[in-house]
């Protein structure tokens, strides 16, 4: 009897015995599919590897924005740059074929390492929103050192590592061989990861974004009441710190909920096709493609939103000598123009001159003017959230 099964599954899960479906053999898609997203890919990537390398530089060659909370948006810049290096071609490649190209290694390590770097990224961006709490609304409480910061970092590589393993665990490389073509895919345990899911996009979209509004939330409630007791005074010089806080923190919010929300709709309709064993559409497969493609977005605007906003790493961005030598020559090639153009003689020289050296003064009489104002205005140093919220630029 045991012989008689042994030998009926062997003959039913030979597939060399059958043709695969002719009409579903496609081998790649079409070259103008396959360009198209290739063209949208490369300048996102070449736009947010540029832009992780920068912040990363700025903050590892200069000594001023060595900060604690700096060193922790460099960890964040790190994943999102080795995620835009490594993730995006993978997922390309695993888009353009029918059958799975990057063997057994790549089954393993495609979703795992996609899942270490978004995690660690999102973790550091839950940490620098806390830091930037503990700054603004706690600032009785210890800070953030370089050695917590180190224990952070640590920390949050090893959360995403251990977060990732299911993905390398619970898929497997599987190879069919039927009379007319050979099947090679990458397949999941459908057991463990549409749970798993649900986890993940927990860690990745709702926790970080229940930290960030709670923290940012918090900080834009304690910005109006410093605004309040300052007006209570009737004292001209006007509050301009609570507009432009909330203005970040709209961006920082509406940008991580717009990239990040497809994804999770993604999770929960993976889960409605893993459980009704329905066939995979056309919009499905769109919309899957679209998802993917925002959360990479997402890794490339990251270093805008927390470096560039900054006025810190504007500033140290443009003392870059690169950047300075093309600036240079712009400028060169701009006062020769100039002085084609005009001929400007001497004369016209001097009253340049004269004229810069009175706006000079004037100006620098009401920077004066505007520091006495603001010292009579605070009897008491700790009673400004101008170093708090100033003294590393607020994101």
């Known amino acids: 009897m045991a012989d008689n099964t042994t030998n009926y599954s062997s003959i039913q899960f030979d597939f060399s015995q059958w043709d695969f479906p002719a009409e579903r053999i496609w081998l790649h898609k079409s070259i103008v599919n396959i360009s198209w997203k290739i063209c949208t890919f490369v300048p996102l990537i070449a736009f947010g590897l540029y832009g992780n390398f920068i912040l990363i530089y700025l903050i590892v060659t200069t000594r001023s924005l060595r900060s604690p909370t700096n060193m922790i948006i460099a960890n964040m810049a790190l994943a999102d740059f080795f995620t835009l290096l490594i993730c995006p071609t993978m997922f390309m490649i695993n888009d353009f074929y029918q059958n799975y190209q990057l063997g057994g290694v790549g089954c393993k390590l495609e979703g795992f390492l996609v899942v270490v770097f978004l995690i660690t990224a999102v973790l550091n961006l839950s ?14 409480e210890s800070r953030l050192t370089l050695r917590g910061a180190q224990i952070v970092i640590g920390c949050t590589w090893l959360a995403g590592v251990i977060l990732a393993l299911p993905l390398a665990i619970y898929r497997v490389y599987k190879v069919r061989i039927w009379r007319n ?3 090679r895919y990458c397949k999941e345990n459908t057991n463990v990861l549409p749970k798993y899911w649900y986890v993940l996009i927990t860690v990745l ?24 007791r300052v007006l209570s005074r009737e004292h001209p010089l006007s509050v301009s710190y609570k507009r432009s806080v909330a203005k970040t923190l709209f961006i920082v919010v509406i940008v991580f909920v717009v990239l990040r929300l497809p ?6 309709l993976r889960a409605k096709y893993y459980a009704t064993d329905t066939t995979v559409d056309s919009g499905m497969k769109l919309f899957w493609y679209i998802s993917q493609y925002l959360m990479f977005v997402n890794a490339a605007v990251n270093p805008i939103i927390y470096g560039y906003n900054n006025e810190n790493f504007r500033r140290a961005y443009h003392q870059i000598s690169w950047i300075n030598r093309t600036k240079t020559k712009r400028i060169h090639r701009c006062f020769y123009c100039d002085f084609i153009k005009r001929k400007n003689t001497n004369n016209a020289t001097r009253n340049a001159v004269q004229e810069l050296e009175n706006e000079i003064s004037q100006s ?18 700790n009673d400004s ?10 994101i």
């Open 205 to 228: 979209v709702w926790l970080p974004l229940g930290i960030m509004l709670i923290c940012y939330t918090a900080i834009f409630i304690k910005l109006d009441r410093y605004e309040k």
């Open 263 to 268: 994804f999770t709709i993604l999770v929960v």
């Open 127 to 140: 940490a620098v929103s806390y830091d930037r709490l503990t700054a603004i609304v706690l600032p009785q």
């Open 181 to 183: 073509f050979t099947e």
């Open 364 to 381: 620098t009489a009401k920077e004066t003017k505007k520091l006495e104002e603001t010292s009579q205005l605070y009897g008491n140093p």
């Open 385 to 394: 959230l101008v170093p708090q919220v100033d003294g590393e630029g607020f």
